[in-house]
């Protein structure tokens, strides 16, 4: 029995109109930390997609006339060594960090669901093939396994989104596999088995929604985590190239004025610090709703 594949927003509707996905959002919006995850968050997002609308000088603009002013009327968060305007800087830094973020999550989310619903629902030694490489990839520290992509393809923006996906697909590729093991012997498998559904059939429509919700919330904790990865690798050198604007490069060209122009440094780091924050309260928040009895 041939059997089509529907398409994958189709997949997310049917879900989401089943039940499970409406109901996690009715106990998420109950959640506290939700409401001020959501306020951090969407305030970081609006900061970087209004850029270029927000800043007052555009972010490579040198002032030498400014160098390491404090915060004032005309620079709101100072400026740098080279009388940059931090404000701007920070606010064109955060489509670079979040972006990227926002990206390495995207992918990893993917392809490590794909891995997860593979290793999960394969028996014999296709299973353990993929086990492996889940395996392989756990190995290593995210940060050390990140530093190998990027050394393998050289420094850049391409190679960090890379480089954070990478790093991340373990995880989700973990969590997947477990809830497709559970669910992969379910009365609703079987008798799509029995009905002659196809592998494909199987994972696309009876697996891969049982996993959406989960997936969601590991994603939400995983963008804090991101933006710390590429903030990290950007302090090294190892992503957005001077004089483009990215908080991670913004912490290291002010670490040499902490004493004398510590706003250099603290103004990225705060921004880090608030987004980060902000995505955790969204994460803790969604696994309260995805808990029975919490929330």
């Given at each position: 029995m041939n059997v089509g594949f529907p398409s994958s927003t189709r997949v997310i509707h049917q879900s989401f109109q089943s039940g499970p996905l409406r109901h996690?959002?009715?106990?998420?919006i109950r959640q506290p930390g939700a409401w001020l995850g959501a306020l951090l968050v969407g305030s970081a997002l609006l900061g970087a997609l209004a850029a270029p609308w927000l800043a007052t000088f555009p972010p490579a603009q040198i002032?030498?006339?400014?160098?390491?002013?404090?915060?004032?009327?005309?620079?709101?968060?100072?400026?740098?060594?080279?009388?940059?305007?931090?404000?701007?800087?920070?606010?064109?830094?955060g489509r670079v960090t979040l972006g990227i973020a926002g990206a390495a999550v995207g992918l990893a989310m993917t392809a490590g669901t794909l891995i997860g619903l593979l290793a999960g629902f394969s028996r014999g030694w296709a299973g353990?093939?993929?086990?492996a490489l889940i395996d392989l990839l756990l190995a290593f520290p995210t940060l050390l396994l990140a530093l190998l992509v990027i050394a393998s393809m050289g420094a850049g923006l391409r190679s960090l989104v890379l480089?954070?996906?990478?790093?991340?697909?373990?995880?989700?590729?973990?969590?997947?596999?477990?809830?497709?093991?559970?669910?992969?012997?379910?009365?609703?498998?079987?008798?799509?088995r029995a009905v002659g559904a196809s592998s494909g059939r199987i994972l696309w429509?009876?697996?891969?929604?049982?996993v959406?919700?989960?997936?969601?919330?590991?994603?939400?904790?995983?963008?804090?985590?991101?933006?710390?990865?590429?903030?990290?690798?950007?302090?090294?050198?190892?992503?957005?190239?001077?004089?483009?604007?990215?908080?991670?490069?913004m912490l290291f060209e002010g670490r040499?004025?902490?004493?004398?122009?510590?706003?250099?440094?603290?103004?990225?780091?705060?921004?880090?610090?608030?987004?980060?924050?902000?995505?955790?309260l969204l994460g803790d928040a969604l696994s309260a709703a995805l808990t029975p009895g919490r929330g």
């Open positions: 996690l959002l009715r106990r998420l002032d030498l006339g400014a160098q390491l002013q404090p915060p004032s009327l005309a620079h709101l968060a100072g400026a740098d060594f080279y009388g940059r305007d931090l404000a701007s800087r920070l606010l064109f830094g353990q093939a993929w086990v480089a954070v996906a990478v790093a991340g697909i373990p995880n989700y590729a973990r969590l997947v596999r477990g809830v497709t093991l559970a669910n992969r012997s379910a009365p609703y498998v079987e008798a799509a429509r009876h697996l891969l929604p049982g959406i919700a989960p997936v969601l919330a590991l994603a939400t904790l995983d963008v804090g985590w991101a933006i710390l990865h590429v903030s990290a690798l950007g302090f090294l050198g190892l992503g957005a190239a001077p004089p483009q604007a990215e908080w991670g490069l040499e004025y902490l004493g004398s122009a510590p706003w250099a440094s603290a103004i990225p780091g705060l921004a880090i610090s608030l987004t980060v924050l902000g995505v955790t």
